[in-house]
């Protein structure tokens, strides 16, 4: 883009050089929808030109450096600012060339030269000063304030602000103050100063309804969004942020409409709602490639029209030198409609692949979508499966200690029998079966399915107590399975008193308080 820009500014260079410099009021122009506004603009100066009236001249250059600042032509506007600061110095038009200077000055902050900013910003609060002009000085002061703000020099910055505070309110000028709390907030967001920086923008906010500066109250909506979704309060930003979108939707606002659904998507990826986050972020895309084609088209139109007056400066020249203004021209014209091919080939390729990139994002995030619901779907399974498992298992034991425990009586009262013939055979019988109360194979294979079904609990149970016995884990894993005290007597082959004692050694063992449910403690790890 560059070279459209030495192309445009070597074809207005000759004809402009020669005409006399003249001044007029700045009128600030809007950024331009379309090529014929700004052919208006050039046409409009050759007039003022022919007829020798230096204030109507200056102000079209001033319009004309509004027109290419606006859109991002920043080398071609400070050459027109620059003519119009010759003439207004001329004319000695002091108010006029003190906005003129802030212009310059904003022209040199976009283009990283942040000293030669300061220095025309300096120049115009000199002039404003010596005009006795307030409001002149409070906007001069809110720029260079705004300077030391992205030069991280937040003391200095935080002091023009509230000096241009100050001048503001001697004027009455509502919305410059309503400007001024805007930025004071800006700064307390960069440091991290959220309340404070609320409070300011809240106040800008009040200020610009009142006023019905609805771009202005967009920006703010904006900003109090931020403040809340960087302190995590997130349906609260939606609010604002919601304000903002609506807002810029009635007034067709594509950049703060884009800037609202982006910080949309924002919230809702911190409430950790990602479909929704991902459905505003796709519009804020979505936004940005219209503002892209739309700025595309604008720009194009423009260099068409700066072609146009370029070609009819070339006539005047080619009167005086036909055969290099010929040779000029068609370089010039070459280039030009070479550049424009490459600026629609690249802005057709950028949409394209946009497109595609939103198409393959899309499908991935099915594809996740549709796995993980497929994970889950397994381990639901999996987890019924090892829990029917265990309960199983655990009644299979039951059942059984109660058999060998029946057998086991019937087998006592054979004894106790007055047939003594029987009693080494039956003790031998008797012998056989308590053994099988050991169930230490049985207990192995417990374990492990529930460690299975209550991943990391023994893990969890010794950080209470490092001197647990197998015995005390195989209490304190029947005592999470919820099982009855009858059923944990019979699998540990125990009496009802004897599981008392057992209870009462590990609750002193786990340092439970008195009054403290065992199984209640247990349940909650």
Known sequence: MKYIFLILMLIAAAPLAAQPETPAVIAVLPEPGAAPGFKALKDSLEQALSRKDPISAA?????????????????QALDYHLQAGKHYRREQQWISLAQNLNDIGTLYYYSRQPREARRQYDEALALYTRAGNFNGMAQTIGRIGHLCEKREDYDSAAY?????????????DQQGVAKIYENLGSIHEDLGQYDSAYYYFHTSLELNLQHHDRLATIEIYNNLGDILRKTNRYAESLTFTRNALELALATREEYQLSSAYRDMARAYNGMGRNDSAFYYG??????????????????LSVIQAMYDTGKKDLEIVR????????????IGALLLVTLGVLVIS?????????????????????TRTELLQLQEESLKQEL??????????????????????EIQQKLLDMVNDERRDQKKQLRQLQQLIHQNFNHDQHWDEFRSTFEQIHQSFFDKIREYCNALTPGDLRLIALLKMNLSSADIAVLLGISQDSLRVVRYRLRKKLQLRQGENLTTFIQSI
């Open 282 to 299: 796709e519009l804020s895309r979505e936004s940005l490639l219209n503002i892209y084609s739309r700025e595309s088209g604008k720009q």
């Open 319 to 330: 009167l005086r030198n036909a055969r290099n203004s010929a040779i000029f021209l068609v």
């Open 384 to 405: 019924e499966t090892r829990s029917k498992v265990l309960s199983a298992h655990t009644l299979h034991i039951i059942q059984k200690n109660q058999l060998l425990e």
């Open 346 to 366: 690249r802005q057709r390729l950028r949409i394209r692949n946009a497109a595609l990139l939103r198409m393959q994002e899309q499908q991935q995030f099915k």
């Open 59 to 75: 102000g079209i250059l001033s319009r004309l450096g509004n027109a290419c600042y606006h859109l991002g032509y920043y080398p």
């Open 160 to 172: 023009y602000q509230h000096k241009a505070l100050s001048l503001f309110a001697r004027t009455a």
